[in-house]
Structure formats: structure tokens, C-alpha cells
């Protein structure tokens, strides 16, 4: 099997890899799939990611981000190759080392992938964040009313129903979703990556960064950037910031509501990995005011 091959008979890439036709290498693929190195038989490699009880349309929903994302011109996103029910095939990438350079162009890059815009909140696809689906049905807005209602009350009640959150804590977030209008810095929807923490940074060995997994959607431009300084941070953030606004300078107040957008994801990880996220949340929304 070559590239050629793949791109023209994927539905046989399962066959191949049960009768070891194919040398399989595993790489990391961080917490939720089994990934691998594939090398084919012209010499090139591909990254396969598996997922063996993946929802309906969960690779799918990848592929579409990546092909939007790709299609802005911007920040280099990997090319789908293979999309099946349980596994997705992306071009190779090779890993490289964090560079102040590389972060610059990054921030320059990402401000022009979110300058590309959405035509709606939301996606034309059905999406996942980690293993959870994600509401992408197409939304006009105003930006506040729709990221209450899609990206924070849904795990929310997820995090609520699995124990995740005390009723205390449900109301405690909800208090600052009662008045999240008050927050500001409302724009018309960006062309998001969507779960834009730093292990979705892929650092290159062509000198750029690359996006990887994203749970991609026509969202606020401040989200996928405050995400970025979660988890410890992205390598050089400053730099990528710096480099961001010099192309397409954020609205007054944007520092301020960094805690508002980092409460999405948090809330996701409370829904999936339960309470040892509880604390992150928590301090979240009394730093959000």
C-alpha cells in the first residue's frame, strides 16, 4: 500500500493492518486515542489515530475542522488522507523544538486563520470536544447568549449529573452566566480551532507550529487564545500574543475576560475526567468576577 493507494481505497487500511502489511510504529497521541507512525510502501509516513468505541461521525467531525481550518490559507493544519468509523489518517508531521521564531509566526498565523471567519457560531458539521459531543448547530448570535448556551451549560449539566459539581458549585457558575452579557467584547464569529490548549500545538521541524485535534467552529477569536495559556501555558505565549495583536489587536478588556473563555474547557474536563478538576473550575469563575 502507498499513498496513492490509501487516498484511493482507505476502506482497505484495516485489512493491511491486520495482516501486518504495513509497519505500524506507535507515537503519542495524547489521552483519548491510540496513535501510530505508518510507513508505506514508497517510503512515506502517515499518523494514524484509532478509536475503537469513537461515536457516530467522530473522526469525521475531525476531518471536517482540519479541511475548514486548512482552507483559511493560515496556520499549517494536517491534510485528512483516510477518514473511517474508527480511525483517521492525517499527513506526517515532524516533530521539531518550541522557537521564539516559530511563535511569532504562529500569532501572526492564527490571526489571520481567525480573520477568516464563519459564516455562523457553530459548524455545518456535528462536533465532538475530547470524547463528548459538541452543539454546532449553526447560531447568528449575539456571541454571549450562544457560548452560555452551547459551549458552557451543556457540561456544566454533565459535570452536575456525574458529581463532578456540588449544587453549590452549579450555582456559583450560573451566577456568572446570569450576567455574562456584562462581560463585553462581543465580535462576529472567527474561524476557531475550538480546544486550542498548548498539547494541541504540534512545534515542527519546518520551523512552525502546526494545529492539531481541533474541535473546530465558528466561535470568538479570545477563546481559542486564552485557551492557549492553560495547562501551563504554550511555549513563548508571549511572543505568540505579541505577534497576534500586531496583525489584529484585540478588543479593550480582552485580559479580563481570559477567565470566561478558559471556563469552557475547564467545564469539559470536569464533564469528562470528573472532579479532580473541580478546584480549576472553581477558581475560573471567582477569578471571571
Given at each position: 500500500?502507498?499513498l496513492?493507494?490509501?487516498?484511493?481505497?482507505?476502506q482497505?487500511?484495516?485489512?493491511?493492518?491486520?495482516?501486518?502489511?504495513?509497519?505500524?510504529?506507535?507515537?503519542s497521541?495524547?489521552?483519548?486515542?491510540?496513535?501510530s507512525?505508518?510507513?508505506?510502501?514508497?517510503?512515506?509516513?502517515?499518523?494514524m489515530?484509532?478509536l475503537?468505541?469513537?461515536g457516530?461521525?467522530?473522526?469525521?467531525?475531525?476531518?471536517?475542522?482540519?479541511?475548514?481550518?486548512?482552507?483559511?490559507g493560515?496556520?499549517?493544519?494536517?491534510?485528512?488522507i483516510?477518514?473511517?468509523?474508527?480511525?483517521l489518517?492525517?499527513?506526517?508531521?515532524?516533530?521539531?523544538?518550541?522557537?521564539?521564531a516559530?511563535?511569532?509566526r504562529?500569532?501572526?498565523?492564527?490571526?489571520?486563520?481567525?480573520?477568516a471567519?464563519?459564516?455562523?457560531?457553530?459548524?455545518?458539521?456535528?462536533?465532538?470536544?475530547?470524547?463528548?459531543?459538541?452543539?454546532?448547530?449553526?447560531?447568528?448570535?449575539?456571541?454571549?447568549?450562544?457560548?452560555?448556551?452551547?459551549?458552557?451549560?451543556?457540561?456544566?449539566?454533565?459535570?452536575a449529573?456525574?458529581g463532578?459539581l456540588?449544587a453549590?458549585?452549579?450555582?456559583?457558575?450560573e451566577?456568572?452566566?446570569?450576567?455574562?452579557?456584562?462581560?463585553?467584547?462581543?465580535?462576529?464569529?472567527?474561524?476557531t480551532?475550538?480546544?486550542?490548549?498548548p498539547?494541541?500545538?504540534?512545534?515542527?521541524?519546518?520551523?512552525?507550529?502546526?494545529l492539531v485535534?481541533?474541535?473546530?467552529?465558528?466561535?470568538?477569536r479570545?477563546?481559542?487564545?486564552?485557551?492557549?495559556a492553560?495547562?501551563?501555558?504554550?511555549?513563548?505565549?508571549d511572543?505568540?500574543?505579541?505577534?497576534?495583536?500586531?496583525?489584529?489587536?484585540?478588543?479593550?478588556?480582552?485580559?479580563?475576560?481570559?477567565?470566561?473563555?478558559?471556563?469552557y474547557?475547564?467545564?469539559?474536563?470536569?464533564?469528562?475526567?470528573?472532579?479532580?478538576?473541580r478546584?480549576s473550575?472553581?477558581s475560573?469563575?471567582r477569578?471571571?468576577?
Amino acid at each position: 500500500m502507498d499513498l496513492a493507494y490509501l487516498r484511493a481505497h482507505p476502506q482497505h487500511l484495516p485489512t493491511f493492518l491486520t495482516h501486518q502489511r504495513i509497519r505500524e510504529t506507535p507515537v503519542s497521541g495524547g489521552s483519548i486515542c491510540t496513535a501510530s507512525r505508518l510507513t508505506l510502501d514508497d517510503g512515506s509516513s502517515v499518523f494514524m489515530k484509532t478509536l475503537p468505541d469513537a461515536g457516530p461521525g467522530f473522526f469525521a467531525a475531525e476531518a471536517a475542522g482540519l479541511t475548514w481550518l486548512r482552507g483559511a490559507g493560515a496556520v499549517p493544519v494536517p491534510e485528512p488522507i483516510a477518514v473511517l468509523d474508527e480511525m483517521l489518517v492525517l499527513e506526517w508531521v515532524d516533530p521539531g523544538e518550541p522557537s521564539p521564531a516559530a511563535a511569532e509566526r504562529f500569532g501572526r498565523e492564527l490571526a489571520a486563520m481567525h480573520r477568516a471567519g464563519a459564516p455562523a457560531f457553530g459548524a455545518e458539521w456535528p462536533g465532538y470536544i475530547g470524547r463528548l459531543p459538541l452543539d454546532n448547530t449553526p447560531s447568528p448570535g449575539p456571541w454571549h447568549e450562544w457560548f452560555a448556551e452551547r459551549r458552557l451549560r451543556p457540561y456544566l449539566r454533565i459535570s452536575a449529573d456525574r458529581g463532578a459539581l456540588s449544587a453549590a458549585d452549579v450555582a456559583l457558575v450560573e451566577r456568572l452566566l446570569s450576567r455574562i452579557g456584562e462581560y463585553g467584547g462581543s465580535e462576529p464569529p472567527a474561524r476557531t480551532h475550538g480546544d486550542l490548549w498548548p498539547g494541541n500545538l504540534l512545534w515542527a521541524a519546518d520551523g512552525r507550529v502546526w494545529l492539531v485535534d481541533p474541535a473546530a467552529h465558528g466561535g470568538h477569536r479570545e477563546t481559542d487564545l486564552a485557551l492557549l495559556a492553560l495547562f501551563g501555558g504554550a511555549p513563548h505565549l508571549d511572543r505568540i500574543l505579541a505577534a497576534y495583536r500586531e496583525v489584529w489587536p484585540l478588543a479593550d478588556g480582552w485580559q479580563e475576560r481570559v477567565p470566561l473563555h478558559q471556563l469552557y474547557l475547564l467545564l469539559v474536563h470536569t464533564a469528562m475526567f470528573g472532579a479532580a478538576y473541580r478546584d480549576s473550575v472553581i477558581s475560573t469563575v471567582r477569578a471571571a468576577g
